[in-house]
Structures are given as C-alpha cells and as structure tokens.
C-alpha cells in the first residue's frame, strides 16, 4: 500500500470517530449567559478600564466553558469557523483588558464605554445565535468536493503560487535577496514595493500577493506527508514557507501573522492520522505562545520596523509596555457611537457595496470609488491615524443597531455552513481550502470590507483543483 493511500485510510477512519462539527446548545447557553452576566455587572465599574474588564473576564470565562462543552463532541469538533469568529472578537475588542490598561481611561467616558461594550456583547450574541441558523449537514455542492493532490502537485502548486505571490516584491528590488530582507526589516509602508495610493494595470501584479495566504495551509500538509518528500524538496519548501512568516511579523500586521498561524495549525490538525497529545495539544500551545510573543513585540517595532527596534535596543527600554495591547478597537466604536446619527446620517448599501466590490481592480474599474463618502475617520474626526472598530462598528455605521444585530446573526450563519466544508471523509487538499475559509473569517472579525478580497485564494485553489482534474 501506498504511503498516500495509508493516510487516506487512516484518515477515512478518523473521519468516522467524531461526529459533525456543530457547537453545543449547552455551550451556546453558556457563552449567552456570560454575555447577559457581563451586561448586568460592568455598570457597576468606576472607570472605562475597569468596565470593559468585567466581559473581558466574565465573557472570557464563559467562552471556555462552552468550549468545554463542546470538546464532548470530541477534539475535532473544535476546529470550526464560527469558534474562530468569537474568539477573533473576542481577541480583538476584550482580551487586552484582561490586562492592566490605564491609558484607556483617558480615552473615553463611561457612557461612550458603555456604548462601545453593549454593541460588542449584541455582536457576540449574534454570531452565537447565528451559527445554529444552519443545520450541520455535510456540504452538498460538488464544487466543494475535491479530490485529493499528490505530493508532486502539491510541490508544483506551492511553489508556483510563492514565485507568483513574490513576483512583484522580487522585481522591485531586482531579484536581490539582500534588498529584500533589508526591505522587510525597515519601517511598514516604507518597502519598496509598497503600492501607491491607487492601483493601474501594473498594479495588478501586485494583487497575487494574496496566494501567500495559501503557502502556510500548503505547509502544513507537507509536514504531515514530509516522510515521503526529499529532503531538497522540503528545503525549499521550508525556506519559502519561513520567508512568508518572516514577512509578516517583520511588516508589524498582527492579524496576518496571527492569520498565518492560524491557517497552518487547523490544516495540520485536520490533517494528522491521529489525534494524540504530542501531536495535538503541544503544538496548539507553543502556536499560541508564538502568536501572543510576537503580537506583543509586533506592536512596538511596526512603526519603526524590526531592525530599528533590534539595533536600538527598543525591547529594552523601560518605556517599553509591560502590558498587552491590541487596537483598543473598543475606543474607535465609542467614538462611531457617539457621533452616529448625531452628526452623520447611517451609510446603508453603501457599506455593503465597498465590501463586495473591494477585489475588483481599478484597471477593470477605473472609476472605482477611492473611498465610502463619509470614512470613519471623518465620521470620528482621526486627524493623522487610522481608525479600525471591527465587523461590528462597521455594520453599525450600515444601519445603526439593526445593522450589527443582522450582521453578526449573518456572519455567525455563515461560518456555520463553511463548517459543513470539513462535515465528511475530505481530501488533505480540500481540508487546506477550509483551512484557508478560516482566513476570511478571521479577516472578516476586524473588517468585513474585506471579506470578499480574504476569499480570493480559496477561490483560487478550487478553481485550479476543478481545472487540473479535467486534464
């Protein structure tokens, strides 16, 4: 028997163990209740700080809990979108109060924190909610049924799609792989292949960066078949795959490091023969050490770049934050809340559009809209920084409550049915395109204007296994 038609096997009867993947009703009413619980004690608080410690604590908690509910359905069952999707929110608007964060009370009064916290906990009910809208059956579309790659294809696939998503960065500093670690080591924005404000035909290039994004699922499956590969093909492999990871946490981009960690420990778990603690738990825990070290240092240096913050010994100073900070994405969601009807009317369908049409390239589209009519900094009156509030700030700029209310029983649903992708026996290729579903899920948790341009790479992988199957 063949090396590949043992895993398969193996795998076919792993499938058979566990039963589909689903949250519990009990883990539901869990995590409802820590939201409800959270509602009724953080008014209580006496600062901004101190209030949005309350969820951080009480929703924290409960969301374990309901995890641990659904571990009874066995380990697998934990490797869902929609868990992604909570825990993205989660990390995104409450887990750095977890921590001490004084310089937030200065930021916001109590009533704009109240607001901010009541629309976070309205959007982690809806995605909770939301994912029992679809029934957990096995996906039915042929489309999402494919079939399995060889260890040659998928050599071939991965590095072509690392040439292709480098093309553009290689060219720019003339194939010299000096220039291009100096490049990644400098100040973000500051690269050399930086693209302008906006994008031509030769920008189009450009836009294969995204096949990046399918390089760390691709490994991940590598790794598990590595006993059948040589040694150089896993050299190169190996080398592309670290240049990517390097990449991101040298750019200071926390949700895509995090996004590529993410992408490659669901395909390797999904992927394994079997499930052990060696193979299973160890590596989800040093996963997460890597993603929370690194978010911590990424914070620091991605406005001075990583060589600065080495040479200069930035890491050592006690100016330093001892304190673990995200985005206080809770601050721009106050500020949307307050200005909101007050001084600018609800954007509706026009928040909608921008995110479906926001792969389209301006070269197909010239008169593409550089912008929504009223940005978010406008709207809060962000004088030289950027202002990011989530999926749930967005859909709240849509149509105020309402919109968050839809948005996130929407989202919630939709993670659901890609739940169903990994719901029956699946290749390992077809495992790497729901792994890369979890991309655009957590993509979408920070903002769904790009949820569309995060689904281009699992577009891209179907189509190519589609193609390549009729030839």
């Given amino acids: 028997m063949s090396w590949s038609n043992e895993i398969e096997g193996e795998w076919n009867d792993h499938a058979r163990l566990y039963p589909p993947l689903a949250p519990t009703a009990a883990g539901t009413a869990c995590l409802l209740f820590g939201i409800f619980l959270s509602y009724t004690l953080y008014p209580s608080a006496t600062s901004p700080s101190a209030m949005a410690r309350v969820p951080a604590i009480a929703v924290g908690i409960a969301f374990l809990v309901s995890i641990w509910f659904d571990t009874r359905k066995g380990l697998r069952n934990l490797f869902r979108t929609d868990l992604l999707c909570l825990l993205g929110l989660y990390g995104l608007t409450l887990m750095e109060f977890l921590f001490p964060q004084e310089e937030f009370n200065t930021l916001l009064t109590l009533q704009q924190t109240a607001n901010s916290l009541n629309l976070v906990l309205v959007g982690m009910a809806g995605l909770a909610i939301g994912r029992h809208l679809v029934a957990p059956i096995p996906m039915q579309s042929t ?18 799609a690392g040439c292709l998503a480098y093309l553009h960065i290689l060219m720019s500093v003339q194939f010299n792989p000096v220039a291009l670690i100096n490049g990644m080591l400098g100040a973000r924005f500051s690269e050399p292949w930086a693209r302008g404000h906006l994008g031509g035909w030769s920008s189009l290039i450009t836009e294969l960066f995204l096949l990046t994004y399918a390089l760390p699922p691709l490994m991940a499956v590598v790794w598990n078949r590595r006993h ?28 895509v490091f995090i996004t590529h960690i993410s992408t490659f420990m669901m395909s390797y778990l999904l992927t394994l ?20 070290y690194g978010s911590y240092h990424m914070l620091a240096f991605r406005s001075i770049g990583l060589r600065s913050y080495i040479t200069d010994q930035v890491y050592a100073s006690p100016e330093q934050s001892k304190t673990l900070a995200v985005d206080y994405n809770l601050f721009s969601i106050g500020l949307l809340m307050d200005a909101l009807p007050r001084d600018h009317a609800f954007l509706g369908a026009e928040i909608a559009v921008n995110a479906i049409t926001q792969p389209v390239p301006r070269a197909f589209w010239p008169g593409k809209p550089e912008r929504l009519s009223v940005s978010m900094e406008d709207i809060v009156g962000a004088d030289g920084w950027t202002v990011a509030a989530t999926f749930v700030g967005e859909s709240y700029m849509m149509a105020g409550w309402l919109g968050a209310i ?16 990994a719901m029956q026996e699946q290749s390992d290729y077809a495992l790497v395109v729901y792994a890369l579903g979890f991309f655009a899920a957590g993509i979408t948790m920070r903002s769904m204007n790009w949820l569309t341009t995060a689904m281009l790479p699992v577009i891209a992988l179907i189509v190519f296994r589609k193609l390549s199957a009729n030839h």
């Fill in 406 to 421: 839809g948005m996130s029983l929407f989202f919630g649903a939709l993670a659901a049915w890609w739940n169903r992708m």
């Fill in 228 to 255: 059948s590969y040589a040694f150089w093909q896993l050299l190169v492999m190996g080398s592309m795959y670290l240049l990517v990871m390097f990449h991101a946490f040298a750019g200071g981009t926390r949700n």
């Fill in 273 to 292: 023969p079997r499930n052990t603690f060696r193979n299973t738990v160890l590596p989800i825990l040093i996963a997460g050490f890597i993603a929370v």
């Fill in 143 to 160: 489309w999402l049924r494919l079939d399995e790659i060889s260890n040659s294809t998928l050599f071939r696939v991965f590095v072509v």
